[in-house]
Protein backbone atom coordinates (compact mmCIF):
# COMPACT_ATOMS: atom_id res chain seq x y z
CA UNK A 1 0.00 0.00 0.00
CA UNK A 2 3.08 2.35 -0.34
CA UNK A 3 3.54 2.94 3.27
CA UNK A 4 -0.40 4.82 3.98
CA UNK A 5 -0.60 3.89 7.39
CA UNK A 6 -3.98 5.08 7.74
CA UNK A 7 -4.87 3.10 5.77
CA UNK A 8 -3.00 -0.13 6.86
CA UNK A 9 -3.21 0.77 10.45
CA UNK A 10 -7.20 1.31 10.14
CA UNK A 11 -8.76 -0.71 7.63
CA UNK A 12 -7.55 -3.86 8.36
CA UNK A 13 -9.91 -6.55 7.33
CA UNK A 14 -9.32 -8.15 11.08
CA UNK A 15 -10.59 -4.74 12.18
CA UNK A 16 -14.00 -5.60 10.51
CA UNK A 17 -13.98 -8.82 11.85
CA UNK A 18 -13.23 -8.24 15.53
CA UNK A 19 -16.20 -5.57 15.74
CA UNK A 20 -18.43 -6.18 18.93
CA UNK A 21 -21.56 -4.33 19.36
CA UNK A 22 -22.89 -4.39 23.31
CA UNK A 23 -26.66 -3.82 23.89
CA UNK A 24 -25.49 -0.96 25.22
CA UNK A 25 -24.82 0.43 22.19
CA UNK A 26 -27.50 -0.53 20.06
CA UNK A 27 -29.72 0.94 22.85
CA UNK A 28 -31.43 4.62 21.75
CA UNK A 29 -30.97 6.80 24.79
CA UNK A 30 -33.92 8.56 25.67
CA UNK A 31 -35.44 11.64 23.90
CA UNK A 32 -34.34 14.84 25.50
CA UNK A 33 -35.11 18.07 24.34
CA UNK A 34 -35.56 18.56 20.46
CA UNK A 35 -35.45 15.32 19.00
CA UNK A 36 -36.33 13.52 15.76
CA UNK A 37 -36.92 9.25 15.35
CA UNK A 38 -38.28 8.47 11.89
CA UNK A 39 -38.31 4.97 10.25
CA UNK A 40 -35.93 5.01 7.47
CA UNK A 41 -36.71 2.23 4.76
CA UNK A 42 -35.66 4.07 1.49
CA UNK A 43 -33.25 6.38 1.80
CA UNK A 44 -30.13 7.71 -0.52
CA UNK A 45 -26.88 9.15 1.22
CA UNK A 46 -25.17 11.25 -1.50
CA UNK A 47 -21.49 12.51 -0.72
CA UNK A 48 -19.53 15.07 -2.91
CA UNK A 49 -15.94 16.18 -2.33
CA UNK A 50 -15.90 19.91 -2.84
CA UNK A 51 -13.05 23.10 -2.49
CA UNK A 52 -14.01 24.30 0.61
CA UNK A 53 -13.87 27.70 -1.18
CA UNK A 54 -17.61 26.59 -2.77
CA UNK A 55 -18.81 25.66 1.07
CA UNK A 56 -17.36 28.44 3.22
CA UNK A 57 -20.07 31.06 2.51
CA UNK A 58 -22.56 28.35 3.54
CA UNK A 59 -21.15 27.67 7.09
CA UNK A 60 -21.13 29.66 9.98
CA UNK A 61 -17.74 31.03 10.26
CA UNK A 62 -17.45 29.94 13.41
CA UNK A 63 -17.30 26.57 12.67
CA UNK A 64 -14.21 25.55 10.53
CA UNK A 65 -14.29 23.14 7.59
CA UNK A 66 -12.76 19.53 7.80
CA UNK A 67 -10.66 19.74 4.96
CA UNK A 68 -8.42 16.62 3.56
CA UNK A 69 -5.92 16.51 0.31
CA UNK A 70 -7.60 15.51 -2.66
CA UNK A 71 -6.24 13.32 -5.54
CA UNK A 72 -4.12 15.84 -6.47
CA UNK A 73 -3.71 17.46 -2.51
CA UNK A 74 -5.66 20.14 -3.21
CA UNK A 75 -7.80 20.49 0.28
CA UNK A 76 -11.64 19.23 -0.06
CA UNK A 77 -14.72 18.69 2.55
CA UNK A 78 -17.44 16.69 2.33
CA UNK A 79 -20.79 17.80 1.24
CA UNK A 80 -23.60 15.42 2.09
CA UNK A 81 -27.39 15.27 1.56
CA UNK A 82 -29.98 12.60 2.52
CA UNK A 83 -33.05 11.87 -0.05
CA UNK A 84 -36.00 10.35 2.06
Known amino acids: MGGDTFTEAKFTEATFTEAKFTEAMLTRPPVRGRDVEAALEHFA ?25 GPHGEPLVWVSMVAV
Not at 63 to 69: N, P, R, S, W, Y
Open 45 to 69: IVSYAVPPERVRPHVDPAFDLDCFA
